[in-house]
């Protein structure tokens, strides 16, 4: 049952058919090996991550790196993406139950939170998603992002386009494209400015037209 699921969630098979059957048995009993030690990686690696997170707090500032390579004998990258895991895995305890590589890429700070979400709902049931599979929700749900970001700028142009004449509406591209940012914060505070005068006009006419 357990082997059954585990290959439900990595999302393939393996073809012993041509194999004998005593090697048959070996590469099983050695692929169940490596799937075990593959599960120890990554509590290992969060557990190095809490240790370099006690580290680095003691260290005087700018020294972590130099300490990585000449006493933990670790790449200072790899410190790094350790610490972020142990960091991730204290809100999220089922961190344990994905590949290293996968905890690296859900710990990212650009991973949309829904899909850790989902994932850990799924890895708390006994069912951890492949990291292919996790990729690709990551994807899917920045491309969505994206592209609804997309639709915002296409109804922004085309009220624009409806409501300015065309040369307002050059000084706009001329605005965008060249515009400093000294002189878009600026234009940026005028619309600030003109939407709160609008709001107090607005607020006096109907206060106005209350009855008394």
């Known amino acids: 049952m357990q082997q059954a699921q585990r290959e439900v969630a990595m ?3 393996f073809d012993y058919s041509a194999i004998s059957p005593s090697d048959a048995a070996d590469l099983r009993k050695i692929a169940a090996e490596v799937r075990e030690l593959v599960n120890r990686m990554t509590p ?3 557990d190095i991550g809490e240790r370099l997170i006690s580290a680095k707090a003691k260290l005087p500032h700018g020294t972590f790196e130099t300490y990585c390579r000449a006493e933990a004998r670790v790449n ?3 410190a790094q993406l350790c610490m972020r895991l142990a960091r991730f895995a204290r809100s999220h305890s089922q961190t344990h ?3 290293a590589r996968t905890g690296y890429m859900l710990a990212k700070t650009n991973t949309p939170p829904q899909v850790i979400a989902e994932v850990m709902t799924e890895a708390r049931a006994g069912r951890a998603p492949s990291h292919s599979d996790v990729e690709s929700r990551i ?3 920045k491309s969505e992002k994206s592209s609804s970001s997309v639709l915002d700028v296409d109804k922004l142009a085309a009220r624009l386009l409806d409501a300015l004449d065309e040369d307002d ?3 706009v591209i001329l605005l965008v494209g060249k515009g400093t940012r000294a002189i878009t914060s600026l234009f940026c ?3 600030r400015a003109g939407l709160q005068q609008q709001r107090s006009t607005d607020n006096s006419e109907v206060t106005s037209r209350s009855p008394h």
């Open 169 to 171: 509406v050059r000084n």
């Open 139 to 141: 994807a899917a749900t």
């Open 11 to 13: 999302g393939t098979t």
């Open 44 to 46: 290992l690696l969060i």
């Open 97 to 99: 139950a994905f590949a």
């Open 189 to 191: 505070e005028r619309l």
């Open 76 to 78: 200072p990258r790899r």
